[in-house]
């Protein structure tokens, strides 16, 4: 059987991207998002309509490109560890089955990605 038909289905996602730049805004404004505990802090919830998204994976991308894989714990909160100066990202994605509309267009399932950067001096 050709590669291809594996790829081939009648089910339609879509993909929802929420990006910010900082760790100021401690509330959370958008969908899925890190919420920074206090201005400038490295430790961040994770939520998903305003409620924390516990034991979830996280990546960190250092300024040094190195990856750094994390989870969130039971209460939606990690703790970035910034041992060097540079922009730092980190990001996480969250797939929700059930059928919705995006953009005027019916979907069977979501999948979200978060993302957030910020500066270490």
């Known amino acids: 059987m050709p590669a291809w038909k594996f790829w081939k289905s009648p089910k339609k996602q879509a993909a929802k991207l929420f ?19 206090s201005a400038q802090s490295n430790t961040m919830t994770l939520t998903y309509l305003n409620t924390p998204v516990k034991e979830h994976a996280v990546v960190v991308l250092t300024p040094n ?3 750094i894989k994390l989870s969130t714990d039971q209460q939606g909160n990690m ?9 730092y990202v980190v990001s996480s994605d969250y797939p929700m089955a059930g ?9 069977d399932s979501t999948y979200n990605i978060t993302s ?6």
């Open 19 to 37: 990006a910010k730049a900082g760790r100021n805004e401690t509330h959370s404004k958008t969908d899925f998002e890190f919420v920074p505990v």
């Open 65 to 67: 490109k190195e990856q």
């Open 79 to 87: 703790t970035v560890p910034t041992k060097e100066t540079g922009l």
């Open 99 to 107: 059928e919705t509309v995006i953009a005027g267009h019916n979907v």
């Open 116 to 121: 957030i950067t910020f500066w270490v001096d």
